[in-house]
């Protein structure tokens, strides 16, 4: 059974840090490309950073350019995201995406979510 669950969310003051997680099983984590995305209320989904699983190449959203990083720790199936200076614009539903397996990418897995909340 396939299962991400994301966890670090919570209320963080404008100028903060969190550091999200998500534990992954279920499925050959290492071939799965794995991906942040963030919802805020009455917005769109939004592609927050990406990490590969061919070349292990990181690309983020313009919107979180130099204040988080995605990484991944492929003997424990586990996926970070560190966000630093956070504002209150980055106040979300944070999830956990596996999108594979590498070369063929016709699985789309999800996460329930985690809030993260940016406010003073």
């Known amino acids: 059974q396939v299962q991400l669950a994301e966890s670090g969310g919570g209320l963080v003051q404008p100028g903060g840090s969190l550091r999200l997680s998500c534990e992954a099983s279920g499925f050959t984590f290492s071939s799965y490309a794995m991906k942040w995305y963030r919802q805020a209320p009455g917005k769109e989904r939004e592609l927050v950073a990406v990490f590969t699983s061919r070349g292990y190449r990181t690309t983020y959203g313009n919107s979180v350019k130099g204040r988080f990083t995605i990484s991944r720790d492929n003997a424990k199936n586990m996926l970070y995201l560190q966000m630093n200076n956070l504002k209150p614009e980055d106040t979300a539903v944070y999830y956990c995406?596996?999108?594979?397996?590498?070369?063929?990418?016709?699985?789309?897995?999800w996460g329930q979510g985690t809030q993260v909340t940016v406010s003073s």
């Open positions: 995406n596996a999108n594979g397996p590498v070369g063929v990418y016709d699985k789309d897995y």
